[in-house]
Nanobody, 115 residues
Framework: QVQLVESGGGLVQPGGSLRLSCAAS????????MSWVRQAPGKGLEWVSG???????SYADFVKGRFTISRDNAKNTLYLQMNSLKPEDTAVYYC?????????WGQGTQVTVSS
């Protein structure tokens, strides 16, 4: 079955960086677009970034220029490099199969930006 396992979250100070990883299994990773979606405390889901199977990327305006999505198809792994983090980036970050039409979701990893 499809498994998406996120890692790399944690506590970081404003202005700091984190890199999230998502290990995928149970499907042909290279054939799927993938996304990162987040949910801040008490708020709804927000799409953060997506990458298609050809490596074309897209970002929400609120992370553009700060976050970079990438994938390593040989390792079946999706990444999200997050720089210049702000307190408002505090959320649970989910790795999601698909881009506009979402399939399976990971369990999420908590990112907390605080001094």
């Amino acid at each position: 079955q499809v498994q998406l396992v996120e890692s790399g979250g944690g506590l970081v100070q404003p202005g700091g960086s984190l890199r999230l990883s998502c290990a995928a299994s149970g499907f042909t990773f290279s054939s799927y677009a993938m996304s990162w979606v987040r949910q801040a405390p008490g708020k709804g889901l927000e799409w953060v970034s997506g990458i298609n199977k050809s490596g074309v990327t897209s970002y929400a305006d609120f992370v553009k220029g700060r976050f970079t999505i990438s994938r390593d198809n040989a390792k079946n792994t999706l990444y999200l490099q997050m720089n210049s983090l702000k307190p408002e980036d505090t959320a649970v970050y989910y790795c999601v199969q698909g881009w506009s039409n979402f399939g399976s979701w990971g369990q999420g990893t908590q990112v907390t930006v605080s001094s």
